[in-house]
């Protein structure tokens, strides 16, 4: 008799949805967790950077408010009290979130775990006491750290990473982003909107790649409105600290080397996976770079050893973690839940414009599908009432499969990350633009946006030109 029905290594995202489904579905679950429950996107990702988010509009909104009629001026930031505002934030859900673990029965082991059998898990704890524990079923998620790159050593004062840039306790004078992805984004967007001088380097052409091109651009021209400076395709090269900041090396498109200088450099190069000593490989884990190997299913390949989060390779997400969990969950009580489809899980970069997407880029969907057999439609947010009243600019970018449904969703602007949901939707029930024009869409709403641009697709502009 094993101790649980399912033991989970790793308290994060996919851990503890994990457990919540597998409690609920009757099994006994132990969850092993070497620092707080919620792991990294409650404690130094997701919550707290949207709550820095939330201030930076704040800012924003009292620096600009004299374009809306109204007399205020932005005395300045008072950064120990934004931090104790997002603190806030995350030590509520924090409560809540160990509450609904204890109410549903499941047994959570404080200590660091690694594999020690084909189902055990030894655990050790803080006090270097050791514990076996066994289960029918073993879940890895183990999360992820802040990466870096060769020769880059991060100091926490002067070159940090995203949760050193949580706990400052000042708004820098100049910043240094080094990678312009999710994350280097909304650390640059929050740093403007408190007043820092920031630019980001980025290796590859264009900022958050993975976005669809269109997107890209749309960021970098709002991003320069907002005098934030930007070198695409400018490789990094060396980091030095000097008497009052960093001297960063970079390599310009024409080969030649210059040297830029900050009070701080921000490191957010990718998030690397927790699998190094935790005894996965001994146990046949099959590693890649690090990452855990599963099939579509989150099986290891091992029996009854499964992995969910940001160790299996795949947009590192919470919600993907969470939607894994609860998969996982369900396959060892004997369900047969829906596979999860990659594509359709919702992206959003929080930034200033936001960028939000479902579905596939028109690069993407063009190899797949063949350049003559994809159409896409911008509806530009300048015909969207709310967005003018807002004072934002921006799109929504449809893709649709020629006389079939609409494959993928961009959208950039203030909010649209809160559009996401009604675009999951019609992706996800492969929805053709005729299905979704009839729908009726509250006026004014940024929503409308979504509605104009099927309406537009389906060849029924409304407020757009046809
Ligand atoms: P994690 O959340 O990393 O959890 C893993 C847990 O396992 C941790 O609690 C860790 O302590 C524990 N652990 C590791 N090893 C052991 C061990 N040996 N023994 C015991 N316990 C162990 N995603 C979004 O969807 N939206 C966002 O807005 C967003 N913003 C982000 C912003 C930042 C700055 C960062 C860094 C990430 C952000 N993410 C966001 C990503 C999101 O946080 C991750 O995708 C998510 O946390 C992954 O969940 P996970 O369960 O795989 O791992």
């Given amino acids: 008799m094993a101790d649980f ?72 930031v008072d950064m120990p009290g934004v931090n104790a505002y997002a603190d806030g934030v995350v030590s509520r859900l924090h409560k809540g979130l160990t509450g609904l673990i204890t109410g549903r029965g499941i047994t959570v082991i404080e200590g660091r775990g690694r594999l020690s059998g084909p189902n055990e898990v030894t655990v050790t704890a803080a006090d270097g006491a050791e514990a076996s524990y066994s289960g029918e079923n073993l879940v890895l998620a183990s999360g992820s750290y802040p990466r870096t790159l060769p020769g880059l050593e991060i100091d926490g004062e002067r070159v940090i990473t995203s949760e050193q840039a949580l706990r400052l306790d000042r708004v820098p004078r100049s910043v ?101 000593g935790l005894g996965f490989e001994e146990h046949g884990v099959h590693l890649d770079r690090g990452f855990v190997v599963t099939d579509a299913s989150c099986r290891t390949g091992v029996a009854n050893l ?41 992206r959003v970069t929080y930034s200033r414009p936001e960028v939000a997407s479902v579905g596939l880029t028109e690069a993407q969907a063009a190899e797949r599908h063949g350049a003559e057999a994809i159409k896409t439609l911008t509806y530009d947010l300048g015909g969207n009432g709310k967005s003018q009243i807002l004072k934002t600019q921006g799109f929504v970018k449809l893709v649709q499969r020629v006389d079939g449904p609409v494959v993928g969703i961009h959208l950039v602007g203030d909010r649209v990350g809160e559009l996401i949901g009604e675009a999951q939707l019609i992706y996800g029930w492969e929805a053709h633009p005729e299905d979704v024009a009839p729908l009726v869409h509250a006026h004014p709403t940024q929503n409308e946006a979504l509605g104009e641009a099927h309406l537009a697709l389906a060849g029924k502009a409304l407020h757009a030109h046809s």
Wanted: net charge negative; aromatic share 4%.
């Fill in 176 to 276: 240094i982003v080094l990678g312009g992805g999710v994350i280097g984004c909304e650390f640059a967007s929050v740093w403007r909107s408190f007043g820092a001088e920031v630019t980001i380097l980025e290796a590859l052409p264009r900022l958050v790649p993975a976005e669809d091109e269109a997107c890209s651009k749309a960021l970098e021209r709002a991003f320069r409105k907002r005098k934030i400076t930007m070198r695409t395709s400018t490789p990094f090269q060396s980091v030095t600290t000097t008497d009052d900041g960093v001297a960063v090396t970079v390599e310009g498109a024409n080969g030649e080397q210059s040297v830029l200088e900050a009070e701080l450099m921000l490191v957010a190069v990718g998030r690397g996976p927790v699998t190094d």
């Fill in 306 to 346: 499964w992995a969910v989060g940001d160790i299996v390779p795949g947009l590192q997400l919470a919600h993907r973690g969470f939607q894994q969990g609860i998969f996982v969950a369900e396959m060892i009580a004997g369900l047969d839940p829906a596979p999860i489809d990659e594509t359709a899980i919702p």
């Fill in 5 to 76: 029905d399912v033991l989970i290594l790793g308290a994060g995202s996919g851990g503890y949805a994990c457990a919540l489904r597998a409690a609920q579905l009757g099994l006994t679950v132990g969850l092993v967790e070497q620092d707080k429950l919620g792991g990294t996107c409650l404690h130094v990702g997701c919550i707290p950077t949207k709550a820095l988010l939330h201030a930076a509009e704040v800012a924003d909104s009292a620096r600009e408010a004299g374009q809306f009629g109204i007399q205020a001026t932005l005395e300045g």
